[in-house]
T-cell receptor, first 115, second 112 residues
Framework: KAGVTQTPRYLIKTRGQQVTLSCSPI?????VSWYQQTPGQGLQFLFE???????NKGNFPGRFSGRQFSNSRSEMNVSTLELGDSALYLC??????????????FGPGTRLTVL | AQTVTQSQPEMSVQEAETVTLSCTYD???????LFWYKQPPSRQMILVIR??????QNATENRFSVNFQKAAKSFSLKISDSQLGDTAMYFC?????????FGAGTTVTVRA
């Protein structure tokens, strides 16, 4: 079974631009969560999508948004990029079935560099 | 809000020996999940082991085992027979309502 895939793997943008990251979950997984990893703040939860609806949101500004499609694929968008948005963005998928199978499995991440 | 604390920033262990990583958490919830993930230099986050809070039995997964003390809110990971491929950063994570909260991580280096 294929794992979680994220595209692109690397991105370089300049301040003020916007960026879109994509995540395809494991087949059969309907929940997609996004996390930001930086050396200073560590791993922080951004948001979770399930059945095309945002179910949870972390403490990030409105410049960070996302969506989920009917095939469970998810995109994350960051507008008006700032230097501090440079990070590894990790996507994770799970079944979200209310059982012990709710483990989140991670993709390889997208490394975003803002210049 | 849930907080997860890993008090050991770095640990070093000789190949074939055992190392134990500590993790404590703070929550007012009673039903939750706990995980250990490893992140090798490739940055791929890999599940090591998971524990359901309602289960008293400690989880084991091959050379990896946990010591779960619910009352003390402690969740340590023991790596037995350490191998060079175990070199990675290890994160303790708490999940409630499908949201993971992570500790700061412990870098484990296995020496040949």
């Amino acid at each position: 079974k294929a794992g979680v895939t994220q595209t692109p793997r690397y991105l370089i943008k300049t301040r003020g631009q916007q960026v879109t990251l994509s995540c395809s979950p494991i087949s059969g997984h309907r929940s997609v969560s996004w996390y930001q990893q930086t050396p200073g703040q560590g791993l922080q939860f951004l948001f979770e999508y399930f059945s095309e609806t945002q179910r949870n949101k972390g403490n990030f500004p409105g410049r960070f948004s996302g969506r989920q499609f009917s095939n469970s694929r998810s995109e994350m968008n960051v507008s008006t990029l700032e230097l501090g948005d440079s990070a590894l963005y990790l996507c994770a998928s799970s079944r979200r079935s209310g059982t012990s199978t709710d483990t989140q499995y991670f993709g390889p991440g997208t490394r975003l560099t803002v210049l | 809000a849930q907080t997860v604390t890993q008090s050991q920033p770095e640990m070093s262990v000789q190949e074939a020996e055992t190392v134990t990583l500590s993790c404590t958490y703070d929550t007012s919830e009673s039903n939750y999940y706990l995980f250990w993930y490893k992140q090798p230099p490739s940055r791929q986050m890999i599940l090591v082991i998971r524990q359901e809070a309602y289960k008293q039995q400690n989880a084991t997964e091959n050379r990896f085992s946990v010591n779960f003390q619910k009352a003390a809110k402690s969740f340590s990971l023991k790596i037995s027979d350490s191998q060079l491929g175990d070199t990675a950063m290890y994160f303790c994570a708490f999940m409630y309502d499908y949201k993971l909260s992570f500790g700061a991580g412990t870098t484990v280096t296995v020496r040949a």
